[in-house]
């Protein structure tokens, strides 16, 4: 429904620009499509941080990029820290589709990083994940609605009709705090890059990964 909806928004030029985009990139890694995804809809969302379908873009782009940047980085490192290539090969089989949080909650066992400056990052990464999964379940609390007489139809109930707060999920994905999201998104794929590619010790069996 958010696609069709995101399309309906959009109109046909911009549909056929963004699978036309998709055919030209079908040979390229996934984080450098979802790149261009996220940059574009950030790009819309500054100009316009109140359109919540803006917002609904910068959610659903950023996490898919920071998913596709995790999971390359993640294989790129078990390759480069694990000794041997067969051991290495079945990490990544064996943890492939776990949720992006495990993965680095493993990697981070091994990293010599501050745990306050971990923990802040990954309570932002599942903030973010938890919003997405809002969005794609319709998740949303319900406002209650008190001293309103739907059969009223005078000036004074069109008044309150027209103050009743947007719901809770829509004020998250608009004004300052989807600016901060953006930000948010930012730093994580930074973060991303530091704790993927820092030295660390070798890693040589399971158990280094493995929370005790």
Request: proline share 2%; aromatic share 10%.
């Amino acid at each position: 429904m958010i696609w069709m909806r995101s399309y309906e928004k959009w109109g046909t030029q911009t549909r056929y620009r963004f699978w036309r985009n998709q055919g030209a990139s079908i040979n390229a890694s996934l984080d450098k499509v979802y790149e261009r995804m996220f940059k574009r809809a950030k790009r819309i969302a500054k100009r316009s941080p109140d359109n919540v379908d803006n917002g609904i873009q910068v959610i659903v782009f950023g996490v898919f990029l920071l998913e596709a940047v995790c999971n390359d980085l993640y294989k790129g490192f078990l390759s480069r820290e694990i000794a041997d290539e067969e051991f290495a090969n079945a990490i990544w089989d064996m943890t492939k589709r776990l949720a992006i949080l495990e993965k680095l909650k493993a990697v981070s066992r091994i990293a010599p990083l501050n745990k306050t400056a971990i923990d802040e990052q990954m309570n932002k990464l599942k903030n973010l994940y938890d919003l997405r999964g809002r969005l794609a379940h319709f998740k949303d609390s319900d406002t209650p609605l008190t001293g309103i007489d739907f059969n009223d139809a005078s000036e004074e109930m069109l008044e309150k009709l027209l103050k009743i707060p947007d719901p809770e999920l829509m004020k998250r994905l608009t004004g300052q705090q989807l600016l901060d999201y953006i930000s948010d998104i930012d730093g994580i794929l930074k973060w991303f890059d530091q704790i993927f590619r820092i030295q660390r010790k070798k890693v040589k069996s399971l158990e280094d990964l493995v929370e005790s």
